[in-house]
């Protein structure tokens, strides 16, 4: 099958015609120069941003969306390689973020969009088209009337399994925008490609919007879920690590799962559970391994068997004949085969062999005719080898008599016996290779056309017959898939149970609150020499914003990366690298980490992550996860922190779970008395001025090293004295900052608020958990002598600031009244100036002073 070629990602359209009638499509071809339309409103990509697909497939997808301010956008795709069609139909916002993610996911090599959306360009065509960089796809334009949503339920009551037509039909009723998208792809299949599926053969499903997952493509980039970032061949990324499956089928499963996780409390708990028994069932768990290695890829052979030309050819013929008769690959229906295919026919690969096979690869007595083209065919070739053996003693020479596709039969002739000798005429079409003389004769040249007719009448016939075994065989097409669906997905749980015998996880529990204790990285770990360190992570409402600080090389990265990537292996089904954990479902993740200048779009770092946060802030909600490293440091100190203040209270205001990784020691300080802003650091051992340990462990609270900057600096080798000039200048810059702090009404009234919340959710928890009794009464009594304590503090704080503001009120008084007499007296004064400068002005420019 051949797969159409793949042009680079930026486009312009040029029209192409395919030849059938009046069907015609518009094919994107590369612009030459770059184009200067409208910015991008798709989240910014990253350079070498592609995703790595699982394996190279035949994806053709059609879009259709609605107009308005909220757009419906319809999807279909049809995968040529594994004979599934999924739909799809999104409520999206204006940046289509939705419907990129979904593009992404399948990675397809072709997208057809309405012919009319491209002039003028509507906005998700130009957004598709922005984002063939980090897929490769091309775009191809389908005339309106081909978007027909009749015909696309003509092609589900047709094309779909009998016992699922219903259903889907249900699924799709009143997704217009997605039956008109299988439609046109269905048609685009056939017309254009030249491909149609067999009646009732292809696996349609109905994929809601909702149900998953959503994570973008600079999330999936900078996590590393299917790609390592320095070498894209290595397999130190999260599917790398998780992929212990021993099927094609279960691989393509889990890469669809890592990026579209599940948000079904119940199926995550039923692979949970199915993960546990499999690790405690020993002989269970390496039968079923046993079982699965060397499985064949059942979901491309089926493929072949239901895809077929529209037109048939002899060479078409001949493919399927030799495709279908490998006996591995026909176990599945192995009864219904033998009774048509000889039992000793085996997949071939050299010429002889490989049409010797396709001639008698159907048993004798199914077709009289075809047994008569056979013996043929048969006669003619020992003809061929008669006449060589003729020639041979009537030269007196050692005649080899070969075959190869484009020649046919041919005469092989040492040239060791021909030393002193002159070939005889009769041989013709002389090629001297080596050591050996290759040739013909016009007799072995007629025999060659009598061989190669009687051979072609017999595949057209065995043809026939393989076409009445294959409709047979396709009655079973539906239980086949569908086995091969569960075998795909057991082999995925098997992969995860192979491994928590591989690693130290476990099982995850699904709850509302984060808790993760002593969590590790689980790609660290994996490539790390030394023992990795955990860490415990904690998250709810009131500690939804956490600010991590720390020095350089302590670790927050890794630290926060460890959050996102647990959480994606919990709603996949798989354990996790912890020594408990629990997860609330979430349905967005997003990712703002370390990127350097792009300069493919002509942006600096400081404009390419804040087009990334801009992103995140219109997409995110309560029910989302962003993590957030180093923002604001590619400009000015100032600036970064003003910008990174505003966008961390937008992601409080959000109530998503937000870790935000940041060297602004003033941001921690400044956002630590807002409700749900907890400050955590990773702390480091100082062993003197110049020496620090780093201790990888988080610790609450803002870091303590002031200036840990100038310790890793005096590891560098500078001049003698310039580092001591930095810490003495630091240390001047810190003590006049701590002069202009002090303690406002509004940050008392902040933690004041912050108390009370934390008491609620307190009492919210006990409410719900299991302490009872004398248990709990010692609690509750605990919990309000802490919070009486706390709240005393707090009230002794602002007497303290009230005190403090009345003597600055004192001292203003004094000023003021001074001030007045300071005013008092210049206006007294001010007379004399004025009449002072009248006289000046008077006197003329030749009068003195």
């Given at each position: 099958?051949e797969?159409?070629s793949?042009?680079?990602?930026?486009?312009?359209s040029?029209?192409t015609?395919y030849?059938?009638?009046?069907?015609?499509?518009?094919t994107?071809?590369p612009?030459?120069?770059?184009?200067?339309?409208r910015?991008?409103?798709?989240?910014p990509r990253?350079?070498?941003?592609?995703?790595?697909?699982?394996e190279?497939q035949?994806?053709?997808c059609?879009?259709a969306?609605?107009r308005g301010?909220?757009?419906?956008?319809?999807?279909?795709?049809?995968?040529?390689d594994t004979?599934?069609?999924?739909?799809c139909?999104?409520n999206d916002?204006q940046?289509?973020?939705?419907?990129?993610?979904k593009?992404?996911?399948y990675?397809?090599?072709?997208?057809?969009?309405?012919?009319t959306?491209s002039?003028?360009?509507s906005?998700?065509?130009s957004?598709?088209?922005?984002?063939?960089?980090d897929?490769?796809y091309?775009?191809?334009?389908?005339d309106?009337?081909?978007?027909?949503d009749?015909?696309g339920?003509?092609?589900?009551q047709?094309?779909a399994f009998?016992?699922?037509?219903?259903?889907?039909?249900?699924?799709?009723q009143?997704?217009?925008y997605?039956?008109?998208c299988?439609?046109?792809v269905?048609k685009y299949i056939e017309?254009a490609l030249?491909m149609?599926?067999?009646?009732?053969?292809?696996?349609i499903?109905?994929?809601?919007?909702e149900?998953s997952?959503m994570?973008?493509?600079?999330?999936?980039?900078?996590?590393?879920l299917v790609?390592?970032?320095?070498?894209?061949?290595?397999?130190?990324?999260?599917?790398?690590?998780?992929n212990e499956?021993?099927?094609?089928?279960g691989a393509r499963?889990?890469?669809?799962?890592?990026?579209?996780?599940?948000t079904?409390?119940?199926?995550l708990?039923?692979?949970y559970s199915?993960i546990?028994?499999?690790?405690t069932k020993?002989?269970?768990?390496f039968a079923?391994?046993?079982?699965l290695?060397?499985?064949?890829?059942?979901?491309r052979?089926?493929?072949?068997?239901?895809?077929?030309?529209?037109?048939?050819?002899?060479?078409?013929?001949?493919?399927?004949?030799?495709q279908?008769?490998?006996p591995?690959?026909?176990?599945?229906?192995q009864?219904?085969i033998?009774?048509?295919?000889?039992?000793?026919?085996?997949?071939?690969k050299q010429?002889?062999?490989?049409?010797?096979q396709?001639?008698?690869?159907?048993k004798?007595?199914?077709?009289?005719?075809l047994?008569?083209?056979?013996?043929t065919?048969k006669?003619?070739?020992?003809?061929?080898?008669?006449?060589?053996?003729?020639?041979s003693?009537?030269?007196d020479?050692?005649?080899?008599?070969?075959y190869?596709?484009?020649?046919q039969?041919?005469?092989?002739?040492p040239?060791s016996e021909?030393?002193g000798?002159v070939?005889?005429?009769?041989f013709?079409?002389?090629?001297r290779?080596?050591?050996n003389?290759e040739?013909?004769?016009?007799e072995?040249?007629?025999?060659?056309?009598?061989i190669?007719?009687s051979?072609?009448?017999?595949?057209?016939?065995s043809d026939k017959?393989?076409?009445t075994?294959?409709?047979?065989?396709?009655?079973?097409?539906?239980?086949?898939?569908?086995?091969c669906?569960?075998?795909a997905?057991?082999d995925?749980?098997v992969?995860?149970?192979?491994?928590?015998t591989?690693?130290?996880?476990t099982?995850?529990?699904l709850?509302?609150t984060?808790?993760i204790?002593s969590?590790?990285?689980p790609i660290k770990e994996?490539i790390?020499r030394d023992?990795f360190?955990?860490n415990?992570i904690?998250?709810?409402?009131?500690?939804?914003?956490q600010i991590?600080?720390?020095?350089?090389?302590?670790?927050?990265?890794?630290y926060?990366?460890?959050?996102?990537?647990?959480?994606i292996?919990?709603q996949?089904?798989?354990?996790?690298?912890a020594s408990y954990?629990?997860?609330?479902?979430?349905h967005?993740?997003?990712?703002?980490?370390?990127?350097?200048d792009?300069i493919?779009t002509?942006m600096s770092?400081?404009?390419a992550?804040?087009?990334?946060?801009?992103f995140i802030?219109r997409?995110?909600d309560h029910r989302?996860?962003?993590i957030?490293?180093?923002?604001?440091?590619g400009?000015?100190s100032r600036?970064?922190?003003a910008i990174a203040l505003?966008i961390?209270e937008a992601?409080?205001s959000?109530?998503a779970?937000?870790?935000f990784?940041?060297h602004f020691k003033?941001l921690?300080?400044?956002?630590h008395e807002?409700?749900g802003?907890l400050?955590l650091?990773l702390?480091v051992?100082?062993?003197?001025?110049?020496?620090?340990?780093?201790l990888?462990k988080?610790?609450?609270g803002t870091v303590?090293e002031s200036?840990?900057?100038?310790?890793l600096?005096?590891v560098?080798?500078f001049p003698?004295g310039?580092?001591?000039?930095?810490e003495?200048?630091?240390?001047k810059?810190?003590?006049?900052?701590l002069?202009?702090?002090?303690?406002?009404?509004t940050v008392?009234?902040e933690k004041r608020?912050?108390?009370?919340?934390?008491?609620?959710?307190?009492?919210?928890?006990a409410?719900?958990?299991v302490?009872e009794?004398?248990?709990l009464?010692?609690?509750?009594k605990?919990l309000?002598k802490?919070?009486?304590?706390r709240?005393s503090?707090?009230?002794?704080e602002?007497a303290n600031?009230?005190?403090?503001?009345?003597?600055?009120?004192?001292?203003?008084?004094?000023?003021?009244?001074?001030?007045?007499t300071?005013?008092l007296s210049?206006?007294?004064?001010?007379?004399?100036?004025?009449?002072?400068?009248s006289?000046?002005?008077?006197?003329?420019?030749?009068?003195t002073f």
């Open positions: 099958m797969h159409p793949k042009p680079s990602a930026s486009y312009t040029a029209s015609s030849g059938y009638g009046d069907y015609t499509t518009t994107s071809r612009r030459t120069r770059p184009g200067t339309g910015p991008s409103t798709a989240r990253t350079a070498a941003s592609t995703i790595a697909r699982a190279s035949h994806m053709v059609a879009v969306e609605s301010i909220s757009p419906t956008v319809g999807l279909a795709f049809v995968n040529l004979g599934e069609a999924v739909l139909q999104i916002s940046t289509y973020v939705r419907t990129m993610h593009v992404r996911v990675c397809p090599s072709e997208i057809l969009i309405v012919r959306a002039s003028p360009k906005k998700l065509y957004i598709i088209e922005e984002g063939g960089d897929i490769g091309r775009i191809t334009l389908l309106r009337r081909y978007w027909a009749s015909t339920y003509e092609y589900i047709t094309l009998k016992e699922d037509i219903e259903a889907i039909k249900i699924s799709v009143g997704n217009y997605a039956i008109c299988i439609a046109a269905l017309l030249n149609q599926f067999s009646y009732h053969s292809l696996r499903r109905y994929e809601p919007s149900g997952m994570i973008d493509v600079s999330t999936i980039y900078s996590l590393e790609q390592n970032l320095q070498d894209p061949r290595s397999k130190d990324c999260l599917f790398g690590l998780l499956t021993l099927t094609a089928m499963l889990l890469r669809n799962n890592i990026l579209q996780p599940l079904d409390r119940g199926v708990n039923d692979r199915a546990e028994e499999l690790t020993e002989e269970m768990f079923t391994r046993a079982a290695k060397g499985f064949l890829d059942a979901d052979l089926l493929t072949a068997l239901i895809v077929k030309p529209v037109m048939q050819t002899p060479q078409t013929t001949e493919q399927a004949i030799n279908y008769c490998a591995e690959n026909v176990s599945p229906v009864d219904l033998d009774e048509v295919i000889n039992e000793d026919t085996s997949y071939a010429p002889l062999e490989l049409r010797n396709r001639t008698y690869a159907v004798s007595g199914v077709n009289g005719l047994d008569v083209a056979r013996t065919y006669e003619s070739t020992e003809d061929a080898y008669q006449h060589c053996t003729e020639l003693q009537e030269y020479l050692q005649l080899d008599l070969k190869e596709n484009a020649r039969f041919y005469i092989k002739i040239a021909l030393e000798r070939l005889p005429p009769v013709t079409n002389i090629i290779r080596k050591n003389i040739c013909q004769t016009l072995l040249m007629k025999r060659n056309q009598k190669n007719d051979h072609q009448e017999v595949v057209l016939m017959a393989v076409d075994l294959i409709e047979t065989v396709r009655s079973h097409m539906s239980v086949m898939f569908k086995i669906e569960a075998i997905l057991l995925m749980t992969g995860f149970a192979q491994l928590v591989l690693h130290d996880y099982r995850p529990q709850t509302d984060l808790a204790k969590g590790r990285h994996k790390m023992k360190i955990p415990d904690y998250a709810t409402q009131q500690t939804r914003f991590i600080t720390g020095c350089n090389m302590s670790g927050k990265s890794t926060i990366r460890t959050v996102a990537l647990t959480t292996m919990a996949i089904g798989c354990f996790v690298p954990a629990s997860f609330p479902i979430l967005q993740l997003f990712a703002r980490l370390g990127m350097d792009s493919e002509n770092t400081f404009a992550e804040m087009r990334e946060i801009a802030l997409n995110i989302s996860m962003a957030v490293d180093e923002l604001g440091r400009t000015s600036d970064g922190l505003a961390a992601l409080v959000s109530k779970l937000v870790w990784a940041t003033d921690a300080t400044i956002m807002r409700a802003v400050n650091h702390a051992d100082m062993e003197s001025e110049n020496s620090m340990t780093m990888y988080i610790a609450e303590k200036h840990y900057g100038l310790a600096a005096r560098v080798p003698p310039l580092v001591d000039r930095a003495a200048v630091a240390q810059l810190e003590r006049h900052m002069r202009k702090k002090r303690t406002s009404e008392l009234k608020r912050k108390l009370i919340l934390n008491l609620k959710e307190h009492l919210v928890q409410h719900n958990g302490l009794g004398e248990v009464s010692a609690w509750l605990e309000q802490e919070f009486v304590n709240m503090a707090l009230e002794a602002a600031i009230s005190q403090d503001t009345d003597d600055e009120d004192d001292q203003m008084e004094d000023a003021s009244h001074t001030n007045d300071q005013r210049t206006s007294a004064v001010q007379p004399s100036v004025v009449s002072i400068s006289r000046v002005t008077s006197s003329g420019s030749g009068s």
